[in-house]
């Protein structure tokens, strides 16, 4: 059974910056890659981040140059590191690992609350 942990997500000030967590109940070298998503108040859920098992990163345009994605296979942790947060970046943000066939679901985090304000 796989389970997923958000953490480190709070209130920070515009232009500050914040760490979050994921931390998986199994070894995360299972997932060929695990991914960031974040939604606002209003709006969908959009992708921020994501990491292959090899190390390869995408990110999503709103987060480019921003956001850094990376992983600790030892801790079985994936961290999203924040910089230059502005108030658009505010949202509850989650982390992904894929569904282990096409008739399962893929495995979400209850997510961890960012607020950017002054």
């Known amino acids: 059974q796989v389970q997923l942990r958000e953490s480190g997500g709070g209130l920070v000030q515009p232009g500050g910056s914040l760490r979050l967590s994921c931390e998986a109940s199994?070894?995360?070298?299972?997932?060929?890659?695990i991914g960031w998503y974040r939604q606002a108040p209003g709006k969908e859920r959009e992708f921020v981040a994501d990491?292959?098992?090899?190390?390869?990163?995408t990110y999503g345009d709103s987060v480019k140059g921003r956001f850094t994605i990376s992983r600790d296979n030892t801790e079985n942790t994936v961290y999203l590191q924040m910089n230059s947060l502005e108030p658009e970046d505010t949202g509850t943000y989650y982390c992904?690992?894929?569904?282990?066939?096409?008739?399962?679901?893929?495995?979400w985090g209850k997510g961890t609350l960012v607020t950017v304000s002054s």
């Open positions: 199994v070894r995360i070298s299972r997932f060929s890659d």
């Open positions: 990491i292959t098992k090899g190390g390869y990163t």
């Open positions: 992904k690992a894929p569904r282990p066939t096409i008739e399962a679901m893929d495995f």
